[in-house]
């Protein structure tokens, strides 16, 4: 098999490709031949030593993947072989080949194919997490997406359409906020183009519900401001490299909460949650209430080439690797 590993903490540039000897079954796991696997934020951060998770190197990055069951552990009793499936993972996924937890292998539609697969569970995992679980959204309510052109806010915009959400979208250029609108939004700022807080105050002047952030930095303090009575700021990341800091008298005075989301450990801590919450977004997709958006696809061996793309900031929608 083939993987891009780390052999030691630093940027992009210190991906290698590697071949090695295919990982031995376990009798809870499933062996599953990758085809495309999903490019995210954190991915960066992990090769920097910079994440949650800390793997010691050597190690391959990667959260998400989509493939083929093609051998499976003893007292495996969920799947069978030749299902398709995605896979999400603390880190390890970009590789050609993967045992895993049967239990964090989820099958997908026949209608879905496995690129699209590959960037489906972080990101529509999450942005369900952020809307659902935390925001508890409601139909008429108004939702703040805070970095809506990347992946995981592209999925919530999605998402806060179809829970019937008032939908504001924030991205950083005309075109991304375009794409936002094409995907659901109500309404778009463009951050770099327009004052934010002026401009949101125009777009929610009784306020926001639901605030759902990426990013960090000085729009998360202006976003906050906003908040209404027992409204929600949901923390996600800090994509702009700024991590804010939140007044708590604000949140004293209109009874809201900022609230943590930490998506990925789920899988690990409660995977039958997961399992639930992809059964509902599965459904969507074939509803064809879902549609993920793929901005770029780079083969495996160019995962550095994907990752500085990625922090590059260019990208509208889902960067994926191809180990075809």
Known sequence: MKRMIVNKYGGPENLVLEK????????LSVRIKIENIGVNFADTLVIRGRYQERPRPPFSPGLELSGTIIEIGSKVKSLKLNDRVVGIAKY?????????PAENV???PDSMDFITAASFPVAYGTAFGAIDWKGKLKKNQTCLILGAAGGVGLAAVELAKAYGANTIAAAGSSEKCETCILHGANNTINYNDEVFRHSLKKLA???V??????IGGETADDAIKTLTWEGKFVIIGFAG??????????LLL???SAIGLYWGQYAFINPSLIGDSFSKLMRMYE???LKPKIGKIFKLEEASDALNFLLSRSNTGKIVLSCN
Not at 20 to 27: A, L, R, Y
Not at 209 to 214: A, E, T
């Open 20 to 27: 090695c000897d295919p990982p031995t079954i376990k009798e």
């Open 92 to 100: 390890g996924s970009y590789c050609d080949e993967i045992v895993m």
């Open 106 to 108: 989820y099958t997908i």
């Open 205 to 207: 002047p009784e306020g």
């Open 209 to 214: 519900n639901l605030v759902i952030d990426m």
């Open 241 to 250: 490299g700024k991590i804010p800091k939140i007044p708590a008298n604000r």
């Open 254 to 256: 209109k009874s809201s």
């Open 287 to 289: 509803e064809k209430k």
